[in-house]
């Protein structure tokens, strides 16, 4: 069975601040997609970055990197430079590789404050 | 950007009352989910849709639950004799060939409301 833990439930920073959000995920499976989602206060789940297992490389995109380490099962999140309109609940999720479902196993979400 | 359209945004029923949400899934997509996330929980699986039949159903889709395409561009969800626990945000999704490896696109949600 697959199963993602995001262990920091809330998380409050102050503007520009450098902020990470965790993530561990357990699966048996050898090839593997993991996820992130933004949950802005309206309620949409917005996607950020997919990657798959095989692909260890970190990813950087504007003030979002993302760190994929396998050894340590994790796939971390960092903001630089958070801003207010970063605030919003993160998701971390984990689909197994299958032919013909996408069915993704969500973490509990971090809810990130960012004030100003 | 193509998206996927969720219909209603919002919905209140009475207790015991059928529910169908609507979705209209991204035109060349070939998968089709149903999530759901209770209010202040984490998003969870309820089924994934291919080939006009089910691939995938969680725990939670029992026999309350039912999906269907019926004309070739929506994708719904059927909610039978309606609980309060029923209350929560029901998002559709979409996704193209490759199944997991593909991104999956996310409705803006239904909100429902089961009074």
């Known amino acids: 069975a697959q199963k993602v833990t995001q262990a920091q439930t809330e998380i409050s920073v102050v503007e520009k601040e450098d902020v990470t959000l965790d993530c561990v995920y357990e699966?048996?499976?050898?090839?593997?997609?993991l996820f992130w989602y933004k949950q802005p206060p309206s309620g949409e789940l917005v996607f950020l970055i997919r990657r798959n297992s095989f692909d260890e490389q970190n990813e950087i995109s504007g003030r979002y990197s993302w760190n994929f380490q396998k050894s340590t099962s994790s796939f971390n999140f960092t903001i630089t430079a958070s801003q207010v309109v970063d605030s919003a609940v993160y998701f971390c999720a984990l689909s197994e590789a299958d032919t013909n479902a996408g069915k993704s196993t969500f973490g509990d979400g971090t809810t990130l404050t960012v004030k100003p | 950007e193509p998206e996927v359209t969720q219909t209603p945004s919002h919905q209140v029923t009475q207790m015991g009352q059928e529910v169908i949400l609507r979705c209209v899934p991204i035109s060349n997509h070939l998968y089709f989910y149903w999530y759901r996330q209770i209010l202040g929980q984490k998003v969870e699986f309820l089924v994934s849709?291919?080939?006009?039949?089910?691939?995938?159903k969680s725990e939670i889709f029992d026999d309350q639950f039912s999906v269907e395409r019926p004309d070739g561009s929506n994708f719904t969800l059927k909610i039978r004799s309606t609980k309060l626990e029923d209350s929560a945000m029901y998002f559709c999704?979409?996704?193209?060939?490759?199944?997991?490896?593909?991104?999956?696109?996310f409705g803006e949600g239904s909100w429902l409301t089961v009074v």
């Open positions: 999704a979409s996704s193209g060939p490759g199944g997991a490896g593909n991104t999956i696109y």
């Open positions: 849709f291919y080939n006009n039949e089910i691939s995938e």
């Open positions: 699966t048996r499976d050898t090839t593997y997609y």
